[in-house]
């Protein structure tokens, strides 16, 4: 069988007119003589109000019945594309994870799927049925329903491919495909064609909203080539795929920037071995996610000033870790709300010297100033003061030729 995945998100099931625009897309790709496998997201909205009606029960709702709650939405999105299928003379039906079933291991919430039972659904295909499967959940040893996080149903899209040996895995969104920066802070932003899994997973993990990193991780680690494409357009979307298939004579795929940064500098910090981890072990305790870390040494060399970013939500808490830390000592504490982090991002820096006086010379032109910079193989990240974001992603967007 030659089968192809197709994913729904929210806004693409977000109305019955839109399940209507979809479900021909469906019969496009059965027409083609492709065995189908649809995978659907909740209408756009409704896994919101859903918590929202759990958090109006109780602040503490169960995190099994907040499972069984959550994963609801998706259960009426893919009764609606497979009533509008058979209406329209095609073999199709909705399918709950637990029907088939979907196996999943972890905590509610956070579950991962562990295996997935091909029986069912293969002899659905031979058949020539379209099965519409509900994303964002399987089920446990207990039998218990779980759902795999936000974003989910992309992640189960992704392992329904690849334990089907899908053809093809496209991913229908409200966008045409991944871009060199975020279009709707940049016009000059320009649609990726092929983009490796490692700059995706850089994107996704600084802000890019088109997939969460967990389902970049999934389709990295199973080899599944991923199409994100919009359901609104028949134009190409972008290719997620693995490097040694991508030919590309830019050094730099995409730029991100983010807005809900904050810088904390401790300054006067005694300088003694065993002094940072002092520090951090209570913020990772309080499930601080630490991200720039930058330390200065003193003069005299017995004191250091120590600069680190975490996300503006958790400026409170960590600025009471902080001040209740008896094991540091340190004589105060700045606080920074005001900051994003610019990055740059690609494969093509790892062979071309260089970018990294390129990105600091074109910031400086702009009399941009950088406070904080970390780097990895094929990503430089900058922290600039958050009033010159758009003319650090312009300048940078230019220098590199993205907008071309």
Known sequence: MKIVVLKFGGTSVGTIKKIKKIAKIIKDYKKKKYSVIVVSSAMSGTTNDLI????EICQNFPDTEYDVLVSSGEQIS???????????????????????????????KISRIHQINKNKINQYLKKGGIPIITGFQGINNDER?????????????????????????????????????????LKKA??????????????????????????????RLNRIDIEVKSSYTKKSGTLITKRSNIINNKIITGISSTHNDAKVTLVGVKDKPGVAAAIFKPLSKGMVN??????????NGKETDLTFTIKSEDLNKTKK?????????????????????????????ITTPGVTFRMFQTLANKKINIQVISTSEIKISVLVDKKDTKKALLALHSEFKLDK
């Open 145 to 185: 329903v779980t759902t795999i996080g936000r974003g989910g149903s992309d992640a189960s899209a992704i392992m329904i491919a690849k334990f089907f040996k899908a053809q093809r895995c496209i991913i229908y969104t409200d966008v045409e495909g991944v871009y060199t920066t975020d279009p709707n802070k």
């Open 290 to 299: 630490v991200d720039m870390v930058v330390q200065n040494i003193s003069a």
């Open 52 to 55: 929202k009606k759990s958090k």
């Open 190 to 219: 320009k649609k990726i064609k092929v983009i490796s899994y490692e700059e995706m997973l850089e994107m996704a993990s600084l802000g890019a909203k088109v997939m969460q990193p967990v389902s970049i991780q999934d389709a």
């Open 321 to 349: 870790i902080i001040q209740g830390n008896k094991n540091i000592n340190f004589r105060k504490v700045l606080l920074n709300k005001g900051v994003s982090k610019i990055s740059v991002i690609g494969v093509g820096m």
């Open 78 to 108: 893919c009764a609606l594309i497979a009533g509008k299928l058979i209406s329209d003379g095609f073999k199709s039906r909705s399918w709950l994870a637990w029907q088939i079933p979907i196996i999943t291991k972890g905590s509610n």
